[in-house]
Every structure is written in structure tokens, then in C-alpha cells.
């Protein structure tokens, strides 16, 4: 560290031994309508990070060391303008510069209708950041609108690798490193402004990820004045909404205030019973102190309820379509959906900010708590009521190993067609049937979280010379987490014994053997965590060159205390060790502009960060056990980039490189191993992925009216190390004497290198083509294609274990390298086409402001798979290619499909 500072105090020195002419550019802006002044719109020079806000006049003064550049004039729900400029003085002043309504506006409403179909299922790990960067950069613009619907990730990161701030408090969750966008869902008029840092590129709130970096600023003060109220319908994850907000303005008290409130429900959306039920309410108070000083209250209720759906096999899919969705069944003629999720956790802030000549200083704290629940059925000593256990499928009897019964497989093929659903009355009229009596068979529970967060974070900017701006900044986030599953409902049943079926074993040794609905049971823990950084970054800025520089350090702490005794885990009860890392990353990058119209950049990080809490117990609902050899990972990245803007033309191309290393992840499932049968978590270290590839995103302007747009992502995502696995059993399934001291069972390494990530289409081409007309209406259409998308591989049938014959322990004959090889060839998942129409129209009506809007996307009704997984059942060559051989295995891999023609449709009234 002594010698990065002393490098840093001679990189300061040096640079700032240079001098520069100073230039000024100055104008008023003004509503393209009613003439009047618009204050709070942002004026900034493409390119740079620094902007100025216009006052309540409209007024503005920017300062600059160049000559040509590009000055942008941004403001929340007006069209930004752009204005190439060559000075020949020292002073420009612009003069009046009218903005007008952006009727587009409702676009952004109709692109989160359509990603929120990402939140839909806890095992899909997309959020695309495209929520957030809409209109931000040509090809993310693209990538939102067009690509989010087939699951399209920007570079194939995970949302982890975005960081996502609400005035600068961040908003990812410590348990995964996601934002939990159903926090504010449904809040799109107060969550419009924003700034954004995309990929390395540096922000002056905080060292970000390699995503980006998207802040949320809810000061009032920044929105339009007035009401706005709209109506939503769709047939998507929901079928209509209702949202009002009203934002007050300045009524010569320096006080202002925002309220927004919404209502989005749906019995069912795109997918069969999945109910939604959502409300979202919203409050800002803003007092400006002085010229100086402000302070801001914000909180946030975002209630949110969900029915979810699941992965199906091929057979299934053949079946009953791409709609289908086993998790639901009709209980007295009304959908009952039994993997329901149900969100609620109010967010509480509150902020100062200073902003003075050389200086800017933001300081928040947040407090947020509340509740995530998941339900599913459990059962005991009864049959699997899913209709899709793949026991009542036909392929389960075409792949007996006696031999295949084709008259029991249609028997069962009709037996599914006639009841595809799941029978509530089924369950309902078994637990009346139990022995004992009264004793549940079938039960419905919830998976519950219960957080308190707090959250303090300050930021400060300072301008040391006209060359020279340092920022620094900290955070520091404390998590209180209780875990544990509740009884939701016991189906007609009196109470639930509360022990392991298949080990007749006691989940809570010391606790009540028999449970009622409320009761906590199963398993009962708490988390706690807490995680600290800063960081300080240097940036400078000279005539053509700009440069910064950026340091991050933290220290992150987790620990877990088992509240069960649990029979089968010794170490299942009290705390368990503290988890230590210290994360750190350096950031950096240097951008030469040709002029005002052409420049390039380069940026790189390097980071060491501590694996998420997700990943660092191996069973926390079970046991204090930590991951084995945890160790911080590793993050290394480089982008190149070209921009251009011209007239007519604009865009980016940029060529990136990144590579996570020293990765942990764990699953959870039944196999038949050649080691032994039962459920198993499976630990899985030292995975190294490597993400390469190139994005294009260029708009072309024909004229007034009429503008082109075409976008490209071409992608290499894979594996990049054969990592190690082990596998740890939940009861006795293997013998001891392949136990390590540890209790697991070292799988050794797994030959996946090179297989491909499951993150969604590694390839993307998008091409659009959009009218304005001067009469206030639009229409646009794109036409997309979109490959090279994969389902996530099996670990397990990848390690030596998988060879073994379970009966003998000795390698299976036939378990040759090329018969393995074609039996775990991963096939690529659909390539295909989408056509998507958007088009709208607004009215100015006695300074009342109404607006139209309408899409539909997939035209042609195409069916497409957007992600699959690889089933582990089958952990042994012999399983697999008997499942295998008849060509419809039982355990096939199961994928999700993306929605068919579906539409969007808006009105809104302003004033």
C-alpha cells in the first residue's frame, strides 16, 4: 500500500504540472410546449461522468479544457438532446434550447412488464441489468427491450456482477450479491432517474462490478412537477395495472415531495396458475436547507406474490405444451398454486447531501426488514403428488428394466392427459385416511426469511484542480437473518410429525415432536453478517486524454447459529465458526479522444472478493458445516472501446474479456452415484469461467422521422478449470469407510472444461427500424435472432464416480471415454427468430398531457427453450444409458420456453 501511494502522489504531481485553457458554454432550457423553464435537467459533455443541473430558470454554465465535443441535455421524461460543438471563442452561449416530450416514454413500463418474467423462479439466477439500462446506450437499449425477453444476459454475467444504489445505498442482496428488484417493483415513475456507469467504467459513487453501475435518485426536487396516472394491460406475468403519482415541486418553501403508489394483478399470467398480486407504495420529502445542504426521507413498500412455475422435460412439454405448469390444481373450482413467493421488505432512508464549489458530499443511511416466504408441498410416507414425478410419466415404463410395457405407457399417457394438474382433493381426502388419525400425509409449508438490514454509506467528491477530482467513499451493511419453515397448512390433517421420513430421524431433538399449523419445524437458524469496504479513486482529465484510477478494500464476516438439534448432524445446533475475507480491487482505464465525435477507451480490474453467504455453508439449514478450503474469488476483466457520434450516426464497439477464478457453488438433489444413493449436497470448488466476446450497437438517422438501429453480442462463455466436487450425504446412504473426517466424500475433479455456461443466447443480432411522426405518433419494429444458447451441465456424472457400477465399485466395461463422451454431449439449446412491434401516440390537451402506448413481441408465435438444466438423478454411467437408450429418458434435462405472442398495452394522463 506505501508503494501505491507514493505512485499515486507522483502520478498526481506530474500530471497536474500541465496547464489548459478553460472553456464556457452556457444556455437556458426550456419546455418544448408551454415555453416554461425546466430546472433540474442534467447538461454533461458526452463522455464524461460530471454534469451541471439547470436551476429553476433553466439556466446553465459548463465549463470544459476541449474544444469539439458532444453536450448532452438529459431530463426525465423529455427526449435528450445532443449538440455536436466546435468552439472557435471561449464562450458559447446556446441560447434558448426547447426539449419536448418524450413519447416514447411508456417504453421503459412495457420493458419491465416484460423482464420481470426473469424474477419468476428462485432457480433462475437472470435479472437482466437491462431493466435498469434502457435508453442508457444504443446496445443495451437492444438488449433490454428485444433480447430480455429470451433471457439474454449483457457479456453472459450473472446480475450479481451489477450493482444496483438507491441514493447511493446499495441495494444487493449480502445472501446472493442480487438486487431484489421486487423491492420497488411497480414504482416506474420514481425510479426514472437514474445514472449510469456501464461495465468499467468509473462512477463517482463507488468502485462498482463488472457489470455496471446503475444509481436510483429519488429526490424529489429532480422530478417533473405534477400528476400522472396510467393504466396498464398485458398477458404477460401480469394482466393489468393501475399506478398514480404526484411529485409537488417547488411551493417557495424549498420543500418538496413525491408519493406513487400502483396495483398490478393478474389470475394468471402468460403461464398457467401463475397468479400475481402486487402493490407498491412510495414516499419522498426533500428539504433544501440552503444552496448547500439538503436532506431526504425515502421509504419504499413493495408487497409482492407470486405464483411460480417449473422446468419441464421434453416429454412433458410434448404433452401439454410450452403453458403448462405442474405446481397448480383447481381446489373448489378456484387455481391454488402450491410454490407460491411471497415478498415484503419495506426500505427506510435517509439522506444529506452537500454540494459546494469543489466539493460534493453524500451521506444515507437505510434500514430495511421484512420478509421473503416460499411454499411447496411436503410429504411423508405417501406418494409424490407432483403430476410430473417422472413415475407416472410413459417413459417411465417404455425404461423399465425389466423390459418396456408399451400398454402401461399409454395407460399412463392418458392418465396424465386427463389429470395434468395437481389434486388439492386428492391430498384434502388422504390425510383424512391416515394411520394414525389425524397425523398429516400431506402437508403445505413456507420456506421463510425474515431479515433486518441496516446500511450507512457516505461518498464524497472532491475537485482538487481543474485537472484533478478524487472520490472516496464507504459502506458498511450488517444482516440479521432468520431462516426456518413454517406450516402454512395442513390439508385436513391435525398436526404434522416432525421427523426425517426416509431415516426416521427427529429435526428438532429438542423440541415438540408434533407440530400444528404456525409452528416452526424442520430446521430453524440464523445468519449473520457483515460486510464493510472503501474505496478512493483518482481522476483526471487533459485536453484529449482522461484516466482514472480507483482502490477498493473491505473486510466481510459471516457466521450461522443452529436453533434445531437436528439427529442427523452432530454439529447442527449453536454457532457455528466466523467466516473471514478481506476483498480487495484495483480499477483502472484511460480514454484518448480523437475529438468531440470519436474516441476510444480501455479499462481493467482486478478484484479478490469473499464468495457470497449462499456459498459459503454447505447445508445451512442443516448444519454449521463451511464450505471446505473457502477462499476469496477472483474477478479479472478488460474491455476495450470505440464510440462514435456524429450527426447521424452513433454508437459503441467494444471487445471484452473476463475471468472469474476460485468460484464456489452448491447443489442440492437426489442421485444414484456409483458412490451411493441419497440426498446430497454437492460441493463444488476452484471453478474457474471465462467470458470473452464482442458488442455492437450503432443508430443511424435518416432523416427527422425515420432512424435505424442495429446490434450485435457475440459471445464465448465457458468453463475454464476441471474444479473438484465432493458430495455430502444427509443421512446414511454411503459406509463410513468412504467418509473423510469431515463426513464427505471426495469426488476428486470434474472434466467440464470447456463445456459452455448456461447464461443465456451467446449470440444476439438485432436490426430496427422506428417512424416519428411530427404529429406526436411513433412505430417500430425489430427483428431479432438470437444462438448459441446451452442448459446448465450436471457436475457429478462429469467426476471419476460416475464410471463406477454402485453394485461392484469397480468401473462400469462398456464406460469407455467415447461412450461417455456421447452420452454427456451438451446440445445446444433452440436458435431462433423474433419479431416485436411497438408504436405510440400523444396528445397536448389544454396542458393536459395523454399518451397511448401498445406493443406486441414474438409476432409469430415462436416457441423457443430460454434454459434447461442437466438432471443429476442418474450419477452412474449404467443408469444413464439404459435411461437413455429408449431416446425419451425418464430424467431427461428439463427446460424453460420463453412466451409466445404476447402484448402490452398503456394509457397515461399527465398534468
Not at 480487495?584 to 469473499?610: D, E
Not at 472444461?753 to 417512424?771: M, R, S, V
Amino acid at each position: 500500500m506505501h508503494f501505491f501511494w507514493s505512485l499515486l502522489f507522483f502520478f498526481v504531481i506530474s500530471l497536474n504540472a500541465f496547464s489548459q485553457e478553460n472553456f464556457d458554454v452556457k444556455g437556458r432550457v426550456l419546455e418544448g410546449n408551454t415555453k416554461k423553464p425546466i430546472g433540474g435537467a442534467k447538461i454533461l459533455l458526452e463522455g464524461r461522468e460530471d454534469f451541471v443541473i439547470s436551476d429553476e430558470l433553466g439556466n446553465f454554465q459548463v465549463f470544459t479544457s476541449s474544444k469539439n465535443f458532444v453536450l448532452v441535455i438529459f431530463m426525465t421524461d423529455y427526449t435528450t438532446k445532443k449538440y455536436p460543438i466546435e468552439l472557435e471563442e471561449m464562450s458559447l452561449d446556446l441560447g434558448d434550447i426547447f426539449l419536448e416530450r418524450d413519447i416514447t416514454l411508456e417504453k421503459t413500463d412495457n420493458l419491465i412488464a416484460l423482464t420481470e418474467a426473469d424474477l419468476a423462479d428462485d432457480e433462475s439466477s437472470f435479472g437482466n441489468m437491462g431493466i435498469l439500462q434502457a435508453t442508457k446506450d444504443v446496445f443495451l437499449n437492444r438488449a433490454a427491450f428485444d433480447f430480455g425477453q429470451a433471457f439474454f444476459r449483457v457479456r453472459g454475467y450473472d446480475a450479481e456482477n451489477g450493482l444496483v444504489l438507491i441514493n447511493g445505498l446499495p441495494m444487493n442482496k449480502i445472501f446472493d450479491g442480487r438486487p431484489q428488484w421486487n423491492n420497488w417493483g411497480g414504482l416506474n415513475d420514481v425510479v426514472r432517474n437514474q445514472e449510469f456507469s456501464n461495465g468499467l467504467d468509473p462512477s463517482d459513487r463507488s468502485f462498482g462490478r463488472l457489470l455496471g453501475l446503475t444509481n436510483i435518485d429519488t429526490r424529489p426536487s429532480l422530478m417533473r412537477p405534477g400528476t400522472r396516472l396510467s393504466s396498464s394491460a398485458s398477458n404477460r406475468t401480469y394482466t393489468d395495472r393501475i399506478m398514480a403519482t404526484y411529485n409537488s415541486g417547488n411551493n417557495g418553501n424549498q420543500l418538496f415531495y413525491s408519493i406513487s403508489a400502483s396495483r398490478r394483478s393478474a389470475k394468471q399470467g402468460y403461464i398457467q396458475g401463475t397468479l400475481y398480486d402486487a402493490y407498491s407504495v412510495f414516499g419522498a420529502l426533500e428539504y433544501q436547507i440552503n444552496s448547500k445542504n439538503s436532506l431526504l426521507l425515502t421509504s419504499i413498500l413493495s408487497s409482492n406474490r407470486r405464483g411460480r412455475s417449473s422446468a419441464v422435460t421434453e416429454e412433458v412439454f410434448q404433452l401439454a405444451g410450452r403453458k403448462y405448469n405442474p405446481y397448480w390444481g383447481l381446489q373448489d373450482g378456484q387455481i391454488r398454486n402450491s410454490r407460491e413467493r411471497r415478498i415484503a421488505e419495506p426500505i427506510f432512508m435517509f439522506n444529506h447531501m452537500l454540494k459546494a464549489k469543489n466539493i460534493r458530499i453524500s451521506s444515507g443511511a437505510a434500514y430495511q426488514f421484512g420478509t421473503t416466504a416460499r411454499s411447496r408441498l411436503g410429504y411423508s410416507n405417501a406418494p409424490n403428488p407432483d403430476p410430473t414425478y417422472y413415475r407416472y410419466l410413459p417413459s417411465y415404463y417404455i425404461n423399465s428394466p425389466i423390459g418396456a410395457n408399451f400398454e402401461s405407457a399409454r395407460i399412463a399417457k392418458e392418465a396424465f392427459l386427463e389429470t395434468p394438474q395437481l389434486q388439492w382433493n386428492t391430498l384434502y381426502q388422504s390425510n383424512m385416511n391416515t394411520i394414525p388419525v389425524g397425523m398429516a400425509s400431506y402437508l403445505l409449508y413456507d420456506d421463510m426469511t425474515r431479515d433486518n438490514q441496516i446500511t450507512f454509506n457516505t461518498v464524497a467528491n472532491l475537485k482538487i484542480s481543474e485537472h484533478f477530482k478524487l472520490d472516496v467513499g464507504t459502506t458498511y451493511k450488517m444482516l440479521d437473518s432468520n431462516n426456518y419453515a413454517m406450516i402454512n397448512d395442513l390439508l385436513g390433517a391435525e398436526y404434522h410429525e416432525d421427523k426425517d421420513a426416509f431415516s426416521d430421524t427427529r429435526n428438532d431433538v429438542n423440541g415438540d415432536l408434533l407440530k400444528v399449523k404456525g409452528d416452526t419445524f424442520n430446521y430453524s437458524y440464523t445468519m449473520e453478517a457483515s460486510d464493510w469496504n472503501a474505496f478512493v479513486q483518482l481522476r483526471y482529465n487533459y485536453k484529449s486524454w482522461d484516466s482514472f484510477l480507483s482502490l477498493q478494500y473491505g473486510k466481510t464476516e459471516y457466521q450461522r447459529e443452529g436453533l434445531f438439534l437436528n439427529e442427523r448432524f452432530l454439529g447442527s445446533i449453536g454457532q457455528s465458526e466466523k467466516v473471514f475475507f478481506t476483498p480487495m480491487g484495483v480499477k483502472g482505464g484511460l480514454t484518448y479522444k480523437f475529438n468531440g465525435r470519436h474516441w476510444m477507451s480501455v479499462n481493467g480490474v482486478y478484484l479478490k472478493k469473499a464468495p457470497t453467504l449462499q456459498n459459503s455453508f454447505v447445508n445451512p439449514r442443516e448444519s454449521n458445516q463451511i464450505v471446505p478450503n473457502l477462499q476469496h474469488e477472483t474477478n479479472s476483466s478488460v474491455d476495450f472501446n470505440y464510440f462514435i457520434r456524429l450527426p447521424k450516426v452513433m454508437g459503441r464497439l467494444t471487445g471484452f474479456y473476463s475471468r472469474f477464478q476460485n468460484t464456489t457453488d452448491i447443489n442440492f438433489f437426489f442421485v444414484d452415484a456409483g458412490v451411493g444413493s441419497d440426498f446430497v449436497q454437492e460441493v463444488v470448488t476452484d471453478l474457474d469461467k471465462l467470458h470473452m466476446g464482442v458488442e455492437l450497437g450503432l443508430e443511424y438517422q435518416i432523416s427527422s422521422s425515420v432512424k435505424l438501429s442495429a446490434v450485435a453480442a457475440i459471445g464465448k462463455y465457458l468453463y475454464a478449470s476441471d474444479p473438484f466436487v465432493s458430495i455430502n450425504f444427509d443421512t446414511a446412504g454411503a459406509e463410513e469407510d468412504v467418509l473423510d473426517e469431515r463426513g464427505f466424500i471426495d469426488l476428486g475433479i470434474a472434466k467440464i472444461k470447456d463445456y459452455k455456461l448456461a447464461q443465456g443466447p451467446q449470440k444476439a443480432y438485432a436490426f430496427g427500424i422506428e417512424y416519428r411522426d411530427p404529429k406526436y405518433w411513433w412505430v417500430g419494429m425489430s427483428a431479432n435472432y438470437l444462438a448459441n444458447n446451452y442448459s446448465n451441465i450436471s457436475t457429478i456424472t462429469r467426476t471419476q464416480s460416475f464410471y463406477l457400477d454402485p453394485e461392484t465399485g469397480s468401473p462400469f466395461p462398456e464406460a469407455t471415454e467415447e461412450n461417455v463422451m456421447k452420452l454427456l454431449r451438451q446440445d445446444p439449446l433452440d436458435n431462433f427468430y423474433l419479431l416485436n412491434l411497438v408504436g405510440g401516440k400523444s396528445w397536448l390537451v389544454n396542458s393536459k398531457y395523454i399518451s397511448v402506448f401498445g406493443s406486441i413481441n414474438n409476432v409469430f408465435d415462436t416457441v423457443f427453450r430460454t434454459g434447461g438444466y442437466e438432471q443429476s438423478r442418474n450419477g452412474n454411467y449404467g443408469q444413464l444409458a439404459r435411461d437413455n437408450a429408449s431416446g425419451n429418458p425418464s430424467f431427461a434435462p428439463k427446460y424453460w420456453y420463453g412466451y409466445g405472442r404476447t402484448y402490452f398495452l398503456n394509457l397515461a394522463f399527465s398534468f
